[in-house]
């Protein structure tokens, strides 16, 4: 009888213990940096291969569904045009990292004066907004490219809805 309990118990502890170090961690980030990571989740949510939860309203009430996934052959491009990059480097990109570790690389790229595609290659290289900040990237430009990136995409979702 103790073990079930004990572990029960220590199960609590340890997830108290991790919510209390997340929340400290959290705390810690300006709030440019909780808009980033939030950016960052929205996009890579957006583009996701297998689609996304969508709440529908229909004639028997509201439900959820999956949307269809956006095409990387249409979304690539854009994604290029907008980052000013080479379409293939995101496409390879896209095969180890979501598409907002594409952006936060290609800013640190613009920064350190480096191969975007040779830094996404390099898979001990995490790309995060802790990285950008302590290589000294200014935040606002990334957040600026997430939020547009964002709407173009967005509105590419909407039309591969009604195609013409």
Known sequence: MNGPLFMNRF??????????????????SSPLEKQIIQAAASLDDLVKPEGRDVIVNGA???????S???DPKKFVPKAAEMLKVNSAVIFEGLKTRKLSEIVYA??????KNAALDRL???????LSVETLRS???ALEP???????????????GLDQLNPK
Request: glycine share 8%.
């Open 68 to 70: 269809k996934p956006l």
């Open 106 to 111: 290609k800013h640190l790229a613009e920064k």
């Open 135 to 137: 290589a000294g990237v």
């Open 142 to 156: 990334v957040k600026k490219s997430l939020d547009e990136l964002y709407t173009e995409l967005a509105f590419l």
């Open 11 to 28: 199960n609590y502890f340890a997830w108290v213990l991790f919510l209390a170090c997340a929340g400290t961690l959290w705390s810690q």
């Open 120 to 126: 996404l290659s390099q898979k001990e290289t995490v």
């Open 60 to 66: 028997g009430g509201a439900g959820k569904a999956k």
